[in-house]
DNA sequence: CGAAGACTTGAAACCGGTCAACTGGAGTGG
DNA sequence: CCACTCCAGTTGACCGGTTTCAAGTCTTCG
């Protein structure tokens, strides 16, 4: 299936009926697009770049719940506050609109409900595995299935599963794996040792061709 | 607010346009509802007892993303086959209905609709603290975000806040919060100890008063 | 070329896990 | 009625993976 956006395909069909209700906007990294307690009236889906959800403890202690590439939707499911901050770790375009008129698009286009529940239950089912590798898998488990979700992300968004390109500092993926950055860093270095990787440089992944990333990253040896 | 289950509203009104629809039914502790990998076309809303939903690694690792107490719904936002398992804790009353017969719903009541996103976001909002807490907070605050949950979901269910009663093993709230039942067990004796709690039975536990739980929770000293 | 920041590496500490023994209450049967 | 068994929960001692603290190295950019 061809990777598209929300607001292309309304663009092609609905263009007139939206102007004024969807807009267009750049945001420069480390910006956010909103934070946790903000009213959220708003529905985002991004254009280009990456967008990290996170919730912080009072200390600082930090958990990105997830990332958000291009094509993706933020708050849609959400009712009242937001109960999360969205922040831009690259530049990133978007386009938003008020979640008021959404309810107006789906008078006329009702397959919108079920593309919701579509995507809600995906980012639940996300979450409970998310879940499971916060609370029951090992330093090097997360690490690899970490690269597991970029490559099959970045292969949904029609691009190679590796080299697998990470847009994210080494703290964003200690936050997103519940670890610090030295036990990111020295757990990737371990995987280069065994030859699993490559790493040509910090953001760029080479996987080792025939290595079964699924199996290994839920502890099958 | 009231507590009321959805089964209950929907006889009061549609009793007998909903005959044959809905069913009724009983459930063993330790049995299955369903199992990951089933075709997910029924929803569950709990009438009586205790529900876990979790996930688990081939090696037997186990993650529980959450509990179900009446009043909750089991499957309304899976799409497809379901992503986890769900087991009766203890001795379960539900009433169940095939999806598809909710889509009819749809139609004669809109405000579903409404009712589900709403429920699709607080259960996020739920996954993504519990993401939080297993990805950030050390084995007391997890303990103590235990307590408060089930305190505040008692209250919810027109119980009062304390004394708790914890209807799940120590296993059980293990694979909750990521530890082992030992450090479970461990923490909730020096909890007692300080004099925050009292453990009359394993399964009860009453707050002292005073106590600002949903702080100490956050580590806040 | 120099400074700043991100990443890596090393050594030591520590929190929670593992392994093992003990306790206590519920249920059973002699 | 009491001894026995069973199992959940508790407690203790030790272990180890990850964190913490502290240098290093590499890259980028002015």
Known sequence: MRHFTFCSVLQGKELEQLAGIVHRDATAAHSFLFQEGDPAHEVFNILDGTVKLYKSLPDGRTQITGFLFPGDFLGLSTKGDYSYSAEAVTDVRVCRFQKRDMTVMFKDYPK??????????????????????????????????????????????????SPIHLSMSRADIADYLGLTIETVSRTLTKLKDKGVLKLPRPQEVILAAGYDLAAAAEGDA
Not at 139 to 152: D, V
């Open 112 to 161: 919108l409900v079920d593309r919701l529940l579509t995507i809600a239950s995906d980012e639940l089912a996300a979450a409970q595995e998310q879940m499971l590798l916060l609370g029951r898998k090992t330093a090097q488990e997360r690490i690899l299935s970490f690269l597991r979700i970029m490559s099959e992300r970045a292969q949904r968004r029609g691009q190679p599963a």
